[in-house]
T-cell receptor, first 113, second 113 residues
Framework: GDSVTQMEGPVTLSEEAFLTINCTYT??????LFWYVQYPGEGLQLLLK?????DKGSNKGFEATYRKETTSFHLEKGSVQVSDSAVYFC????????????FGQGTRLTINP | EAGVAQSPRYKIIEKRQSVAFWCNPI?????LYWYQQILGQGPKLLIQ????????DSQLPKDRFSAERLKGVDSTLKIQPAKLEDSAVYLC???????????FGAGSRLTVL
């Protein structure tokens, strides 16, 4: 079945550092890809998405590009802030059928001032 | 008003007791999901509804978990009897018609002692 694999956490960075969180997927079709974020004490929120190969999703300074050839959707940000501390989840959803979200295990990010 | 309301936010019970969680997708969209998020893991789909009907309940432990959707809007998830391994956050989500983005509630955190 479909699956998502994220880089192991936790990740700790200093403010203004460059961030990359790796995500790869396995899917039978051509899924849509997502990054969701979970801030402390809050629910899951959509951060960005991409629906087809070579699409780039972006939001709040974060970017991720849908790479079909490497089945990847890595999350990047050029300069992180303390407020970016959260758990980040990569996910996929098949375009057809039930369209349920399949999540990776999450990566906890802590940014130190 | 958009969003997904869930209650209770927190619940502590002893093993073998029962518990029920409630979800109100305020937007009233057709597709509703219940996910289980165990600490340190990504959310896992328990059940998906389309209006009143069940689309996917393949991961629902049917010997102890049950869920229903009332009049295609509100939904309840019940666990009876609870086990220690049921300790988790139970997330409700809705998907708007024609969209492939899920909106999540804040979740209900269950602790089984």
């Amino acid at each position: 079945g479909d699956s998502v694999t994220q880089m192991e956490g936790p990740v700790t960075l200093s403010e203004e550092a460059f961030l990359t969180i790796n995500c790869t997927y396995t899917a039978t079709g051509y899924p849509s890809l997502f990054w969701y974020v979970q801030y402390p004490g809050e629910g899951l929120q959509l951060l960005l998405k991409a629906t087809k190969a070579d699409d780039k999703g972006s939001n709040k300074g974060f970017e991720a590009t849908y790479r079909k050839e490497t089945t990847s959707f890595h999350l990047e940000k050029g300069s992180v802030q303390v407020s970016d501390s959260a758990v980040y989840f990569c996910a996929l959803s098949e375009i057809q059928g039930a369209q349920k979200l399949v999540f990776g295990q999450g990566t906890r990010l802590t940014i130190n001032p | 008003e958009a969003g997904v309301a869930q209650s209770p936010r927190y619940k502590i019970i002893e093993k073998r007791q029962s518990v029920a969680f409630w979800c109100n997708p305020i937007s009233g969209h057709a597709t509703l999901y219940w996910y289980q998020q165990i600490l340190g893991q990504g959310p896992k789909l328990l059940i998906q509804f389309q209006n009143n009907g069940v689309v996917d309940d393949s991961q629902l432990p049917k010997d102890r978990f049950s869920a229903e959707r009332l009049k295609g809007v509100d939904s309840t998830l019940k666990i009876q009897p609870a086990k220690l391994e049921d300790s988790a956050v139970y997330l409700c989500a809705e998907r708007g018609s024609g969209a492939n983005v899920l909106t999540f509630g804040a979740g209900s955190r269950l602790t089984v002692l």
